[in-house]
């Protein structure tokens, strides 16, 4: 594929960073070489020793030495290398991508900034660009302020539909504004807010149709190992579909290892990895380097099989939190919201049947009633129009606050129903 008619035009002009450009000559160096290139801080001159941090089996990871010194000191922008190695070992196990030989992986700091460096790295004022509707708020921010046109496309309980993703397309096309989108985000798996996962027909014909209108996709998959069906059956991600080179995946360790860490990763065609790169190195030179160290540690330290063993944990727990919810939401909101059953992740997205728009209700009105939620105009691709759904996180309530929740805003959906029979 040629990348370049994908890249923006400042990602394009942006200059590499001379110094890093100067670490090559540091590989297979002569011993008698004097390196006077870099400004790194000297790190004997560091005061932590070493880093203990106990894990909750028991075990502990001792980070001391070598390991240490990298922790503490600038490292490579594309992440530490020992965890570079672990994580293209996962990939290439997990996802096997087709043209794998032409992929590389970046670590970012969290999801949330591989996926806002990839925006920035491939649109331009004007371009088009593919969303669901509704699609994590937190993207919508980032694409504030960058002057694009959006293509809302619906959802349905299986994710953002063909048939209307297609017609979208095509209507873009033909409206003679130059309207052919680069890019298309989307969350196939336990989406933020809608909880809904996109099944292996959903995602082929999705990524066919992205093959077919040339446009990259952007798979953000931070709920990844968080959906609740049977781990050997989970459906491919878009990266294990891309015979051509089009998809840059994002994941992320926030929903199973630890968000204040900030370590994630975004895999991909080398030239977007690149100059996703370049624009890193230029804002952050690196990510949090104690961070990955401490990620890759725990990595070893665990194996396959203790990974496999944590995820299944944390599955079976948001599994049970989600069962709550719904008894919770049953119970209470039974007539007054509908919603479909979460397949993973940590959102129950609701419907009010009664309400026009929840947004004043749960902002103005909410706190008064002890409930909080994020209403659905957060969510919209197009918040000026009115919106009847809501948001409810399961991940750190327990089943008694959920019960008592949905207990309020049941009293604060029939003040909203009444208070809206009175205006009308
Ligand atoms: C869909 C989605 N993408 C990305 C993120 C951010 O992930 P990270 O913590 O890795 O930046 C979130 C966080 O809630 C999310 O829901």
């Known amino acids: ?17 001379g110094i890093s450009e100067m670490r090559k000559f540091l590989v297979n160096s002569s011993p008698s070489l004097v390196w006077l290139a870099s400004g790194m801080p000297n790190p004997d001159r560091f005061p932590f020793k070493d880093v203990k941090v106990e894990l909750d089996d028991g075990a502990t990871l001792h980070i001391t030495e070598d390991p240490l010194k990298a922790a503490l000191q600038y490292g490579p922008s594309p992440g530490y290398l020992p965890l570079v190695s672990q994580l293209k070992t996962m990939v ?10 032409e992929c590389d992986l970046v670590v970012t700091v969290g999801a949330q900034h591989g996926v806002c460096s990839a925006l920035h790295v ?11 509707e509704p699609c994590y708020s937190d993207v919508l921010c980032m694409l504030s302020g960058m002057d694009l046109q959006y293509l809302a496309i619906e959802n349905d309980e299986e994710g953002m539909c063909p048939d209307h993703l297609r017609a979208t397309l095509n209507r873009a096309i033909t409206s003679g504004q130059g309207g052919v989108p680069k890019a298309m985000y989307v969350v196939p798996s336990a989406c933020n807010p809608t909880g809904t996962t996109m099944s292996h027909k959903r995602r082929s014909q999705i990524y066919a149709i992205a093959h077919e209108f040339d446009i990259i996709v952007l798979e ?38 630890s968000a204040g860490l900030r370590v994630a990763y975004v895999t991909g ?80 997205w609701l419907k009010v049947i009664g309400v026009k728009d929840t947004t004043d209700m749960l902002m103005e009105r909410g706190v008064t009633h ?55």
């Not at 190992?225 to 059956?233: G, M, S, T």
């Open 269 to 348: 065609p080398k030239p977007l990895t690149d100059a996703i790169l370049t624009q890193m190195h230029s804002s952050i030179i690196c990510g949090p380097m104690l961070s990955q160290v401490l990620v890759s540690e725990l990595l070893k330290e665990w194996g396959e099989e203790g990974l496999k063993r944590h995820t299944a944990k944390l599955r079976k727990f948001y599994r049970s939190q989600r069962d709550a919810m719904v008894l919770a939401a049953s119970t209470h909101l039974t007539g007054l919201c509908e919603w479909a059953i979460p397949k993973g992740g940590i959102f129950l």
């Open 370 to 424: 002890n409930i909080l939620l994020i209403p659905g105009r957060e969510f919209s691709v197009d918040s000026s129009k009115p919106n009847q759904y809501m948001r409810a996180a399961f991940s750190c309530v327990t089943p008694e606050q959920m019960m008592r929740g949905m207990e309020n805003l049941a009293g604060l959906i029939r003040k909203e129903i009444d208070l809206q029979n009175n205006q009308d």
């Open 220 to 257: 953000d998959d931070a709920y990844y190992h968080l959906q609740y069906d049977d781990e050997d059956n989970l459906p491919p991600s878009f990266l294990s579909l891309d015979v051509d080179g089009r998809v840059l995946r994002f994941d992320s360790f926030s929903k199973i290892i």
């Open 122 to 132: 491939l649109l331009n004022p004007g371009d088009y660009v593919v969303l669901p």
């Open 92 to 101: 290439e196990r997990d996802h096997a991508p087709p043209r794998w030989s």
């Open 1 to 17: 594929m040629d990348y370049s008619k994908f890249i923006s035009a400042t990602a394009a002009k942006k200059k590499p960073s």
